[in-house]
């Protein structure tokens, strides 16, 4: 499996942005995703999670109300909506797939920055 992300850049405060996560290969393998961040100097940290099905989702309570995580099964996408969009959101964002009966895959990290 392999994950290709898209999507960041640069918005001021309050915007919005999209970043979407496809994925390839034996996605069959794939079970819950989600979508982490890295600021400088921080530990990588969740930020919002999907059930294989689409179905359930939870999300750090940072980001509750402002960004919503969803997916397109029939393209093998999942994607995060981010609106409301702060300083503190700045990051480098992953996505993460779940793998049954392997290790997790990652996407290769975007930057987003919100400048104030």
């Known amino acids: 499996v392999q994950l290709v992300q898209s999507g960041g850049g640069l918005v001021q405060a309050g915007g919005s942005l999209r970043l979407s996560c496809a994925a390839s290969?034996?996605?069959?393998?794939?079970?819950?995703m989600g979508w982490y961040r890295q600021a400088p100097g921080k530990r990588r940290e969740v930020v919002a999670t999907?059930?294989?099905?689409?179905?359930?989702?939870n999300y750090a309570d940072s980001v509750k109300g402002r960004f919503a995580i969803f997916k397109d099964n029939t393209k093998n996408t999942m994607y995060l909506q981010m609106n409301s969009l702060k300083p503190e959101d700045t990051a480098v964002y992953y996505c993460?797939?779940?793998?049954?009966?392997?290790?997790?895959?990652w996407g290769q990290g975007t930057q987003v920055t919100v400048s104030s």
């Open positions: 290969g034996d996605t069959f393998r794939i079970n819950a």
């Open positions: 999907i059930s294989s099905g689409g179905g359930s989702t």
């Open positions: 993460n797939a779940q793998l049954v009966l392997l290790a997790d895959r």
